[in-house]
């Protein structure tokens, strides 16, 4: 069993960066797909992005392609989300999860692990 920790998230202006980080432990990450999602009160949580176990297959959801990027460090155990020219939609409060599934997963009841969660607030 994994255990999920978000840190890195924050207030920004619109057009600002953030580097969201997940560092887990009990287990490596090797072992799970990992993905980023995120909600906002009222919606349903939401796919960011998502790392193979190899790291050939990194999917986004259109809404942050080209701007966000999933990356992983094995020393570390830590999986980042590092995202540019964040704008004010991307508010919302952003979950790292894993999965032992084979593929990445787009939705959230595919994965079996999920930390606290990290607010984002881009003001405009």
């Known amino acids: 069993q994994v255990q999920l920790v978000e840190s890195g998230g924050g207030l920004v202006q619109a057009g600002g960066s953030l580097r969201l980080s997940c560092t887990a432990s009990g287990r490596s990450i090797s072992s799970y797909v990992m993905g980023w999602f995120r909600q906002d009160p009222g919606r349903e949580r939401e796919f960011v992005a998502g790392?193979?176990?190899?790291?050939?297959?990194?999917p986004y959801v259109d809404s942050v392609k080209g701007r966000f990027t999933i990356s992983r460090d094995f020393a570390k155990n830590t999986v980042y989300l590092q995202m540019n020219s964040l704008k004010a939609e991307d508010t919302a409060v952003y979950y790292c999860a894993a999965a032992t599934s084979a593929i990445v997963r787009r939705s959230w009841s595919q994965y079996d692990y999920w930390g606290q969660g990290t607010q984002v607030t881009v003001s405009s």
């Open positions: 790392i193979s176990r190899s790291g050939g297959s990194t």
